[in-house]
């Protein structure tokens, strides 16, 4: 199965191309949100290196969120319209899963949390996602101190809290693993079923600033 995966929820975007547990070519850039100029372009470029063309892919695969209203819209829209234009089947992953699923250390807890502003994070309770108190989530983990990882931009955001409770060993890991990374979702797609375009929504954990006030 090919499968080409886009990400484009925070600062960074990334897009894949995998076939059959085997990235093909991967793209990151980490430079700011301009993901709308970037994104088609890109697509276009690792398309040309895999010597593939776009009616190749099988199955299409987008990260849902949460992070940026915007960029989480951006590769959305774009893998809804291909995969509809295609009559391709799609899935969408959420963004903690994603980073979840980019390291595994034995006996090692690894969490996932993504800056939501406010010294809020995105984290993951009970299979759901909510939003926490960067506080409260440096507490609640407390207990698996110098034995846990952290990965996501909240650890760029809040390093001095979660070091400080969680020990230094929990923001040690190299900056790639704060990012979810459209490699890791190509492969996780290729064990999802895919669906309609129609089936795949962004994930908006909390109301744009404007619905807000």
């Not at 697509?43 to 299409?60: H, S």
């Not at 987008?62 to 829209?77: E, K, L, Q």
Request: proline share 4%.
């Amino acid at each position: 199965m090919k499968i080409l995966a886009a990400e484009s929820s925070g600062l960074s975007l990334s897009v894949a191309v995998s076939e059959n547990g085997r990235i093909i070519c991967e793209y990151f850039f980490n430079a700011g949100m301009i993901h709308s100029e970037t994104l088609l372009p890109v697509i276009k470029n690792i398309l040309k290196q895999a010597r593939w063309k776009l009616e190749d892919i099988d199955q299409f695969a987008v990260s849902s969120g949460p992070g940026s209203f915007t960029g989480i819209r951006v590769a959305m829209t774009t893998v809804k319209t291909l995969a509809q234009s295609l009559n391709k089947p799609a899935v969408s992953v959420d963004c903690l899963s994603i980073l979840e699923e980019s390291i595994k250390l034995p006996k090692i807890k690894i969490v996932a949390a993504i800056d939501a502003l406010r010294n809020e994070v995105f984290v993951k309770q009970n299979k759901e996602i909510i939003i926490m108190p960067v506080v409260k989530f440096a507490e609640k983990n407390k207990k698996y101190k110098n034995n846990i990882i952290v990965i996501g931009s909240a650890v760029n955001a809040y390093k001095t809290v979660l070091s400080k409770n969680l020990g230094n060993f929990a923001v040690s890991m190299p900056e790639k693993f704060n990012f979810p990374q459209a490699s890791v979702l190509a492969l996780m797609a290729e064990k999802i079923k895919g669906k309609s375009f129609k089936e795949i929504e962004p994930l908006y954990v909390r109301k744009s600033w404007a619905e807000e006030k």
